[in-house]
């Protein structure tokens, strides 16, 4: 069992950087991949990012690719969400996942955060 936990979110704007946290409960949160999601209002969730249990690979979606960055500490249980030149159009509520093993970009993950939420003010 995993449980995760995420902050860091808030009010911005366009142009600003913000970095998200999510911390995890449980044990072998290395044999996890971590995947960042992300839901605005009316849409579905989508996709963000994702990272290997060792942290050597990452994926992103094209929509962020270049301004946001993924990361983790093991020892720490932690997987960050670096996000620069945020724009209007990252404005959601942003999910970290847990999917035992391998990395997805789709909702097939294991375990689920609360969410934060991002606002990206113009």
């Known amino acids: 069992q995993v449980q995760l936990v995420e902050s860091g979110g808030g009010l911005v704007q366009a142009g600003d950087s913000l970095r998200l946290s999510c911390a995890a409960s449980g044990r072998t949160f290395s044999s996890y991949a971590m995947g960042w999601f992300r839901q605005a209002p009316g849409k579905e969730r989508e996709f963000v990012a994702a990272i290997s249990g060792d942290g050597s690979r990452t994926y992103f979606a094209d929509s962020v690719k270049g301004r946001f960055t993924i990361s983790r500490d093991n020892g720490q249980m932690t997987v960050y969400l670096q996000m620069n030149s945020l724009k209007r159009e990252d404005t959601a509520v942003y999910y970290c996942?847990?999917?035992?093993?391998?990395?997805?970009?789709?909702?097939?993950?294991?375990?689920w955060g609360q969410g934060t939420q991002v606002t990206v003010s113009s």
């Open positions: 996942a847990a999917r035992k093993i391998f990395m997805s970009t789709t909702n097939n993950y294991d375990y």
